[in-house]
Each structure stands twice: as structure tokens, then as C-alpha cells.
């Protein structure tokens, strides 16, 4: 079955940096469309990054543009989201999901397009 297991997430002051790391299982890795969302207390569901199959193509949320950088390793089937100049409003569970339903598929920024979730890790910027 499909597995995502999130880590990296913790407590930063702001202005700080955070890696985030999502291993992933039970699917074939380089088909698929690789993203990241983050939900605060009381928010909807967030948009933060996608990644294309093959890693040439990402798409970012316009207030983490030139923060925040997706990446993948399709060998290791492990995707990661490198975070710089963190914001007290960067706090929120950060979520790694995967497109499974569309091989090769775009880069999305709508949630309903990811079938599979983690479990989230928590990132708390301090000010």
C-alpha cells in the first residue's frame, strides 16, 4: 500500500531554515507527481509546493517563492522540501501527498488531485 512518512519538521526561531523529508513506499516513485501542503490551527488546507515526475518542472505558492525549494531523488524515492527565511506564518503541519491516479501528471495545486497523505510534521517558527 501507498506509504509517505514525513520528517524534519520542529521548532525554529524565524529567519531559521528546516529540511523536510518524505520517504515514500507502495507505488512506482518516478511516475508521480510529488507535493507538499501545510494546514494551521483553524486554516484550510494549504498549497506549498509540487514537484513533476521527473523533477524538471515545480510550482511554489507565491509567499514561499525564493524560501522554499522542493526537490526529489527518484532512486531513493525520497522528496524534500528545503526551507529558508522561515515566518512565524510558516508554522502550521506540513503534509506530503502523491498524485497516484495521473502518471506523469501536471504539477497541482489543488488538494482534491492528491489520492494519498502523510501523516504531517509539525513546523512551529517562533518570533
Known amino acids: 500500500q501507498v506509504q509517505l512518512v514525513e520528517s524534519g519538521g520542529g521548532l525554529v526561531q524565524a529567519g531559521g531554515s528546516l529540511r523536510l523529508s518524505c520517504a515514500a513506499s507502495?507505488?512506482?516513485?518516478?511516475?508521480?507527481?510529488m507535493a507538499w501542503f501545510r494546514q494551521a490551527p483553524g486554516k484550510d488546507r494549504e498549497f506549498v509546493a509540487a514537484?513533476?515526475?521527473?523533477?524538471?518542472?515545480?510550482r511554489y505558492l507565491d509567499s514561499v517563492k525564493g524560501r522554499f525549494t522542493i526537490s526529489r531523488d527518484n532512486a531513493k524515492k525520497t522528496v524534500n522540501l528545503r526551507m529558508n527565511s522561515l515566518k512565524p506564518e510558516d508554522t502550521a503541519v506540513y503534509y506530503c501527498?502523491?498524485?497516484?491516479?495521473?502518471?506523469?501528471?501536471?504539477?497541482?495545486?489543488?488538494?482534491?488531485?492528491?489520492?494519498?497523505w502523510g501523516q504531517g510534521t509539525q513546523v512551529t517558527v517562533s518570533s
Open positions: 501527498v502523491v498524485d497516484t491516479d495521473r502518471p506523469y501528471g501536471s504539477v497541482w495545486s489543488e488538494p482534491d488531485r492528491y489520492a494519498y
Open positions: 507502495g507505488f512506482t516513485f518516478g511516475r508521480h507527481t
Open positions: 514537484i513533476s515526475s521527473s523533477g524538471s518542472i515545480t
